[in-house]
């Protein structure tokens, strides 16, 4: 089970703010790509790390540098290769979120235990 580093609310908000200095830098060298693949990436993987997602974070890391280093180096056809990668990344994203159980957080089980309490109370 992930163990989070920072609340939710707190690593939206780091990783949107880490967005946004990459978009305003992309923005000021007007290398857009490939660097739109690390503003993208490094947010990502900033919040599934917060949220003490290790393993989503490397493949997030392994997915958008990796793109990055190969866009730099290597003569290949992006039209094709870039869709098939995002497709992968999305589905395995959203079969993880259907297969793995999900937690639930503080105030969920404090509100049910106070409605078991109060479904005790009227019973007596």
């Known amino acids: ?29 007007g290398s857009w790509w490939p660097g739109i693949m690390i503003v993208v990436g490094l947010p990502l993987a900033l919040r599934q790390f917060l949220l003490g997602r290790t393993y989503d974070m490397g493949l997030t890391l392994v997915l958008f540098i990796g793109a990055f280093i190969l866009s730099s180096g290597y003569d290949i056809s992006w039209n094709t290769l870039l869709p098939v990668l995002f497709t992968i990344g999305a589905i395995y994203t959203l079969a993880r979120e259907f297969i793995t159980p999900n937690p639930t957080t503080e105030p969920e089980e404090e509100e049910s235990l106070s409605k078991e309490l109060e479904e005790e109370d009227l019973h007596h």
């Open 1 to 29: 089970m992930a163990h989070p580093k920072v609340s939710q609310k707190r690593a939206k908000a780091l990783s949107s703010s880490l967005f946004l200095i990459l978009l305003a830098l992309i923005s000021f060298t």
